[in-house]
């Protein structure tokens, strides 16, 4: 039987909680007083032993400007994040190691932002501060929890969605197929009019997303997008 639509936020908050994205560092961010005139696009992905790629999710990372402003953001569970920010050089870094089989992986590097362009940063294998290590309890446990991350992210892929809200952007996850209701982070679509918010579906389709609800506190926020825009490829939940 279908739960009360009333008591909708109270089913999908867990869901949100679980998947890491309530009260989490959001998957756009910007430097603070910056116009949003340039943007770091960072992907983070080791190689393992048998040569295969693999995303470094939740990993915690301080950018900071030549004038010394700095935010703290973390990867996704695919292993990416993108950054708004003014033009200039910044410093990416670490703000704990990554243990991935028996190694202890840190980064520390320069990128410089041009106005009005994306410059893509990958941290990986090569450009590490890399020792042997044993992980502490302060440490991001790849090797532990790398499956399950990318078991969530292989089940749930085709239920996240990206919003667009003017120059904002961020992650939505679908909470309700039949109702097109989708979930994401209220600060993503605060400063936005009805008219700007979006949700793109996939790589061809995207489509208006009405705001039902905003809870600031929560930083929490539910769209609806049309029942008929979901296909059997995406919306699976």
Same mark, same amino acid.
């Given at each position: 039987?279908? +739960?009360? *639509?009333? !008591?909708?936020?109270?089913?999908?908050?867990?869901?949100?909680?679980?998947?890491?994205? #309530?009260?989490?560092? +959001?998957?756009?961010?910007?430097? @603070?007083?910056? =116009?949003?005139?340039?943007?770091?696009?960072?992907?983070?992905?080791?190689?393992?032993?048998?040569?295969?790629?693999? @995303?470094? @999710?939740?990993?915690?990372?301080?950018?900071?400007?030549?004038?010394?402003?700095?935010?703290?953001?973390?990867? &996704?569970?695919? $292993?990416?994040? #993108?950054?708004?920010?003014?033009?200039?050089?910044?410093?990416?870094? =670490?703000?704990? +190691?990554?243990?991935?089989?028996? /190694?202890?992986?840190?980064?520390?590097?320069?990128?410089?932002?041009?106005?009005?362009?994306?410059?893509?940063?990958?941290?990986? !294998?090569? !450009?590490?501060?890399?020792?042997?290590? =044993? @992980?502490?309890? &302060?440490?991001?446990?790849? &090797?532990?929890?790398?499956?399950?991350?990318?078991?969530?992210?292989?089940?749930?892929?085709?239920?996240?969605?990206?919003?667009?809200?003017?120059?904002? /952007?961020?992650?939505?996850?679908? #909470?309700?197929?039949?109702? $097109?209701?989708?979930?994401?982070?209220? /600060?993503?679509?605060? !400063?936005?009019?009805?008219?700007?918010?979006?949700?793109?579906?996939?790589? /061809?389709? *995207?489509?208006?997303?009405?705001?039902?609800?905003?809870?600031?506190?929560?930083?929490? #926020?539910?769209?609806?997008?049309?029942?008929?825009?979901?296909? +059997?490829?995406? &919306?699976?939940?």
């Amino acid at each position: 039987m279908t +739960p009360p *639509r009333r !008591n909708l936020l109270g089913i999908v908050v867990p869901l949100v909680a679980l998947l890491g994205v #309530a009260r989490a560092e +959001p998957a756009y961010s910007s430097v @603070p007083g910056a =116009s949003k005139d340039g943007e770091i696009l960072i992907t983070a992905a080791l190689v393992d032993q048998d040569m295969k790629v693999r @995303p470094v @999710p939740l990993h915690g990372i301080f950018i900071r400007s030549s004038a010394g402003d700095t935010i703290s953001v973390r990867t &996704g569970l695919d $292993g990416k994040v #993108a950054v708004s920010a003014p033009a200039g050089t910044y410093t990416v870094a =670490s703000s704990a +190691p990554t243990v991935f089989q028996g /190694h202890s992986y840190t980064w520390v590097l320069s990128v410089a932002v041009t106005p009005g362009r994306t410059v893509e940063l990958a941290l990986t !294998n090569d !450009n590490a501060a890399i020792s042997p290590s =044993s @992980p502490s309890p &302060g440490q991001t446990r790849v &090797g532990d929890r790398l499956d399950t991350a990318a078991d969530l992210y292989n089940r749930f892929n085709t239920s996240v969605f990206r919003i667009q809200a003017g120059l904002a /952007h961020g992650t939505g996850f679908l #909470a309700d197929t039949l109702g $097109g209701v989708i979930i994401t982070n209220a /600060h993503v679509v605060e !400063n936005s009019e009805a008219s700007e918010i979006s949700a793109v579906l996939d790589s /061809h389709t *995207r489509t208006r997303a009405q705001l039902l609800s905003r809870d600031p506190d929560a930083d929490i #926020a539910i769209l609806r997008v049309s029942p008929d825009d979901l296909t +059997p490829e995406t &919306g699976q939940i």
